[in-house]
Nanobody, 131 residues
Framework: QVQLVESGGGLVQAGGSLRLSCAAS????????MGWFRQAPGKEREFVAAIRWSGGSQSYADSVKGRFTISRDNAKNTVYLQMTSLKPEDTAVYYC????????????????????????WGQGTQVTVSS
């Protein structure tokens, strides 16, 4: 059973930094990409960042470009989200998600910002930014 476990959330003042981690375990397949999404109260879940395991290409939402950095540690099966210059509007539950590598998908495009592109989700970690 695949498990994605997020950690590193918490309460921070505006302008501060946090680093989120997402550790993956229980895989019996090859993973293609990992993404971070967030959901604020009363809002839909939105894309934050994504990274491909092979090659490490990254994608970011416009709202976090220049402030957030996604990275991976292949050996540890862990993805990180370094968040800097945090703003109150970054307050949300942050979820990591995983897209598996299927032969049937290799001829199709991958849109990292779309939730349905991902097969597994973590339980989320709360990030609260105070003003």
């Amino acid at each position: 059973q695949v498990q994605l476990v997020e950690s590193g959330g918490g309460l921070v003042q505006a302008g501060g930094s946090l680093r989120l981690s997402c550790a993956a375990s229980g895989r019996t397949f090859t993973s293609y990409a990992m993404g971070w999404f967030r959901q604020a109260p009363g809002k839909e879940r939105e894309f934050v960042a994504a990274i491909r395991w092979s090659g490490g290409s990254q994608s970011y939402a416009d709202s976090v470009k220049g402030r957030f950095t996604i990275s991976r540690d292949n050996a540890k099966n862990t993805v990180y989200l370094q968040m800097t210059s945090l703003k109150p509007e970054d307050t949300a539950v942050y979820y990591c998600a995983e897209r598996i590598d299927l032969i049937s998908r290799r001829s199709t495009s991958y849109y990292p910002g779309r939730r349905y592109e991902y097969d597994y989700w973590g339980q989320g970690t709360q990030v609260t930014v105070s003003s």
